[in-house]
């Protein structure tokens, strides 16, 4: 399968996902869009610590957190919201950036990894929530990343 395939795929299963999603209000969709900026934000900023131990995949990786982040932020206007202050040390991460953040270097792709892996997973039950089927499509490309992501981090850390 190759990337336009898992992108088409996630986006079909967004669009699935919402259509059998109970609605919800528009608080907890800017509520849930302002939990994914943040961890997108975090997570950017956990590869940054970490982007001289590994910079062939950390720096990529930043860089796409910064561009989720910047995607789910159009969303949140599309809500109107406005984007909160970006996190600016490791103690304003959550659990698994923190982690990431703070490794040691023999530890940071394992991390990373780990941190991928809760990334799918909470973009999985975002989809379920989003009731708008066009920010369903942004969150579902979202997840197809993270899953290439931890499949390439997670591999990396077997090999070392």
């Known amino acids: 399968m ?3 395939q898992l992108l088409a795929g996630g986006a079909a299963a967004a669009l699935t996902l919402t259509a059998a999603a109970p609605a919800r209000a528009e608080s907890d969709e800017g509520g849930l869009l302002l939990g994914l900026w943040r961890r997108e934000m975090g997570l950017a900023l ?5 982007v001289h131990t590994n910079p062939e995949l ?3 990786a ?4 910064g561009d989720h982040a910047a995607a789910i932020a159009t969303e949140l206007a599309a809500v109107g919201l406005g984007t909160p202050k970006p996190p600016w040390t490791p103690d304003d991460l959550d659990v698994g950036a923190h982690r990431l953040a703070t490794s040691r270097p023999a530890d940071a792709l394992a991390n990373a990894a780990l941190v991928e892996q809760d990334m799918v997973d909470v973009y999985k039950g975002a989809l379920l929530a989003l009731p708008d089927a066009k920010i369903a499509m942004t969150a579902a490309t979202i997840l197809a990343s993270h899953a ?3 499949f390439i981090l997670d591999r990396a850390a077997q090999v070392t």
């Open 46 to 50: 956990a590869y940054g610590q970490q």
């Open 58 to 60: 950390f720096g990529p």
């Open 62 to 65: 930043r860089r796409h957190a």
């Open 2 to 4: 190759n990337r336009r």
């Open 148 to 150: 290439q992501h931890f």
